[in-house]
Structure formats: structure tokens, C-alpha cells
Nanobody
Framework: QVQLVESGGGLVQAGDSLRLSCAASVRTFSSYTVGWFRQAPGKEREFVAGITWSDVPYYVDSVKGRFTVSRDNAKNTVYLNVNSLKPEDTADYYC?????????????????WGQGTQVTVSS
């Protein structure tokens, strides 16, 4: 069983940056593909970025150039740097992990989820 804990969210102004963290309870976290999702009020959960177990990042087109995903295997942590934040980035952000899939972007493809961290961007 893998437990994931997100942190780093908060209330920021448009144009600000945040670094979201996803810490795992297992030392084998480096062998998991990790995805970041977000869910705004009244909307479906959507994929924004991921990083494979071989450290290949991938993104949804709408965040390319603003979001950067990385991992520190020594700390069993995956990060999502979010820059130039916009009010429409306001959402709960979740990380998820799978040991099976590679370039996975569907929520159904992930086996483990964190509890989420809230990001609110004011205009």
C-alpha cells in the first residue's frame, strides 16, 4: 500500500508561483509513474502533468511552459512547480501513482491517491 501526501498549496495572487509536493510512504517510489490532477469546484478531475518511473515528464497542452514536474527519489517525493498562476488554475490538486502504467493520464489508470492540496489564485 502506497500512501501519498500532498503539500504546498495556498492562496496566491495571479502571476505567483507555487511548488506542490507529493511525498510517498514507500522507498520504491522511484519505480512508480506519478500523475498530478486538479479538480475545480463543479468540474471533473483533470490530468495536468506526470512523470514516469524513468523520469520522463509529460503534460497536458494547456499547462506546458508554466508547470514543471520533477522527482527526488532520495526523498521519495515528486514536485509540481506551477508558475504564472492564473485564477483558472484554482482547484484542489492531487497526486496519484501507478506501478504499471507509463504515460498514463486517466484517473482510472492510477492506483494510489493523495488527499489533495488546495490552490486558490486571486486576480
Amino acid at each position: 500500500q502506497v500512501q501519498l501526501v500532498e503539500s504546498g498549496g495556498g492562496l496566491v495572487q495571479a502571476g505567483d508561483s507555487l511548488r506542490l509536493s507529493c511525498a510517498a510512504s514507500v522507498r520504491t517510489f522511484s519505480s512508480y509513474t506519478v500523475g498530478w490532477f486538479r479538480q475545480a469546484p463543479g468540474k471533473e478531475r483533470e490530468f495536468v502533468a506526470g512523470i514516469t518511473w524513468s523520469d520522463v515528464p509529460y503534460y497536458v497542452d494547456s499547462v506546458k511552459g508554466r508547470f514543471t514536474v520533477s522527482r527526488d527519489n532520495a526523498k521519495n517525493t515528486v514536485y509540481l512547480n506551477v508558475n504564472s498562476l492564473k485564477p483558472e488554475d484554482t482547484a484542489d490538486y492531487y497526486c496519484a501513482a501507478t506501478s504499471i502504467k507509463y504515460f498514463e493520464s486517466s484517473p482510472n489508470g492510477f492506483d494510489y491517491w493523495g488527499q489533495g492540496t488546495q490552490v486558490t489564485v486571486s486576480s
